[in-house]
């Protein structure tokens, strides 16, 4: 999705059944006081779950399912979920609520800490706990069976059904237990235990919808099987609405007849769906979306597949696309994305290609880490990440009964990759590893000891794509070699466009193509679909490139005479008889005026 900042890595638990829409709300009354002692940074996880408990009274499996069900064990460096919840145990502050404040006084330490240091986060959790479970009975429960209704207030839901849903994943995950490592290296282990959750000790919790606000199940959808959450247009269209953007977050149109949908765009939410619909619920979030995909595989519906969202950071792929939020995070999205929630999401592909006569390839199936951004200003996203499996979830598409277009591969030049890495989740029951990271590096020359082409972050972020290509997209290739360093990778020779000038002493996004050098896994690279395109202008000068396929557009970049990139496809400029090339420029597509291209022939590989 379209992210700021702040909008980075918290979330709930990959298996999480059906809760959506959760906003976060303040605690209804004071906890009772206690007396703060002292809470030291830096305690391991483990003596944290036993401290906590052993201090607030909440049970420890109840506490190691929380912060494995909202943080997966880490506190995510401090930032903040899309709904500015902190830490491994979600505690927010937000114009709903404020559980960050709360647990900073009644522990005597700063929200800073609470944010940033693990242990402490996971007390502040627990004093959150203390407090909801004496507000709803003035004693603490007995068993581990009746947490179930102060879990379900800490959800802070607006509806009692969403709450409950809350609730009962976290049960699941103590029937189920589980053994991970902790962001500090520490093992931490959750045995499974058989409780029935004392559903009767909910009956505080308040709520009247059994869905989620602003949604019903009323078959009033583009998408059969999807739940209405469709926004209001009074409110959110930026046509009629009374409000100017970014009061209102979409257009509405008449499409395919006023602009073709050529596109579908594959986000993550950076969060879960809840955090998602509390965004795109927001007229004054100035974003929008078409679905969302939960991690349980449900589809929720916010803008009729007719009208124009604001999605994609560019507004012309906005007005030629569907956008599809799924939840999960880009760094980590081993820990989300898995078996049901690709296939709820590649049935909904399914239909929406077959609706608009989209075919099933990378360059129309695109993810918003592959589109440009319309201004050498401006950075556009990096969402699903590397941990995406196009190979996986196209064979998914494909087997709902959308054929795989037949592109004849026309230049012996030009790869696309497909490892192993992207064909298949490598965990247990459809989920993912590390080793599923499908994201490869450029260097400076023919072998890995050449070093990393410039980049615009700083290295650690593994999201970064302004020195690597992803899989399934077409690049051509010069020259290739063995790597001499020994890695067993084949080193391909592409045109690329670099992030050269993003640490000089007068810093700029405007990237310039060069020849860098492509590190390919053993079996990874086949003939991919497109043509070669040589780039030129008839004074010898580069040739500019465009984050849109519009003149007058403002170019992002250059690439100099005679640079060689594939293109998988071209279009005819709205309103006009222009025709444009896309080339994958780089990580991102981008354009090219017909003016400036010659094909170049087929010729036998080297």
């Not at 559903?199 to 709520?207: E, Q």
């Not at 619920?281 to 995909?293: A, D, L, M, T």
């Not at 070669?532 to 000068?541: E, F, H, K, R």
């Not at 025709?579 to 590989?605: C, D, F, G, K």
């Amino acid at each position: 999705m379209q992210r700021h900042s702040l909008f980075t890595r918290i979330g709930l638990p990959m298996m999480l059944a059906l809760i959506c829409s959760l906003v976060f709300m303040g605690l209804a009354g004071g906890g009772t006081a206690r007396a703060a002692s002292a809470v030291s940074a830096g305690v391991p996880v483990n003596t944290a779950f036993t401290q906590a408990s052993q201090r607030f009274g909440v049970p420890v499996a109840v506490l190691k399912a929380l912060c494995y069900m909202e943080g997966r064990l880490s506190n995510h460096g401090g930032s903040p979920s899309m709904d500015n919840g902190y830490g491994c145990m979600h505690l927010v502050k937000n114009a709903q609520g404020n559980t960050l404040a709360r647990a900073a006084q009644e522990l005597g330490v700063s929200e800073q800490q609470l944010k940033s240091d693990i242990g402490t986060n996971i007390l502040g959790g627990a004093a959150i706990l203390h407090d909801y479970a004496l507000q709803s009975s003035h004693a603490l429960p007995v068993s581990l069976s009746g947490w179930y209704g102060p879990v379900a207030a800490y959800s802070n839901a607006t509806t009692r059904s969403t709450a409950l849903m809350y609730a009962d994943a976290l049960y699941k995950i103590i029937n189920r237990g589980f053994s991970v490592q902790a962001e500090t290296g520490e093992a931490v282990s959750l045995a499974a235990q058989q409780v029935r959750p004392d559903t009767a000790s909910a009956a505080s919790v308040k709520g009247a919808s059994t869905l989620p606000a602003g949604c019903v199940n009323d078959g009033k959808v583009d998408y059969p099987g999807a739940i209405d959450c469709i926004v209001d247009p009074s409110i959110f269209d930026c046509n009629i609405s009374p409000y100017t953007y970014p009061g209102c977050t979409y257009e509405s149109a008449n499409r395919p007849t006023d602009y073709a949908v050529k596109y579908v765009s594959i986000h993550d939410i950076e969060g879960t769906a809840q955090d998602g619909l509390n965004v795109f619920q927001n007229h004054n979030s100035g974003v929008s979306i078409h679905y969302i995909v939960d991690t349980d595989g449900t589809v929720y519906q916010l803008l009729h597949d007719k009208d124009i969202g604001y999605h994609i950071g560019n507004y012309w792929y906005n007005q030629h696309s569907i956008g599809i939020e799924h939840a999960g995070f880009d760094a980590t999205g081993f820990q989300w994305y898995n078996a049901a929630e690709y296939l709820g999401s590649a049935k909904l592909v399914a239909y929406l290609l077959q609706k608009f006569s989209i075919p099933l390839d990378k360059a129309h199936v695109m993810a918003h880490g592959t589109t440009p951004s319309p201004l050498p200003t401006l950075t556009n996203h990096v969402d699903p990440g590397p941990y995406w499996l196009w190979d996986y979830y196209f064979k998914l598409i494909h087997q709902q009964g959308v054929a795989y277009p037949h592109e004849p591969h026309q230049n012996a030049h030009i790869i696309s990759l497909h490892p192993k890495t992207d064909k298949h989740p490598y965990g247990k029951n459809g989920t993912e590893t590390p080793a599923n990271f499908n994201f490869f590096y450029l260097y400076n020359g023919p072998s890995t000891a050449s070093g990393l082409i410039p980049q615009l972050g700083s290295g650690s972020d593994v999201t970064d794509e302004t020195n690597n290509v992803e899989t399934l997209v077409s690049y051509y290739y010069i020259a290739k070699v063995k790597d001499p360093a020994g890695s067993g990778d084949t080193m391909y020779e592409i045109w690329y466009g670099e992030s050269d000038q993003a640490h000089s002493p007068t810093p700029s996004l405007y990237t310039h193509a060069h020849l860098a050098w492509l590190a390919v896994p053993p079996g990874a690279a086949v003939e991919g679909p497109g043509v070669a395109v040589a780039l030129n202008n008839l004074d010898g000068s580069p040739v500019q490139i465009y984050g849109k396929p519009a003149t007058g557009a403002t170019a992002i970049g250059e690439a100099p005479g005679n640079s060689v990139f594939a293109s998988e496809y071209t279009t005819i400029e709205d309103g006009t008889t222009n025709l444009w090339y896309e080339i994958n420029y780089n990580h991102r597509q981008a354009w090219i005026p017909a003016s400036n291209v010659t094909v170049v022939h087929a010729i036998t590989p080297k």
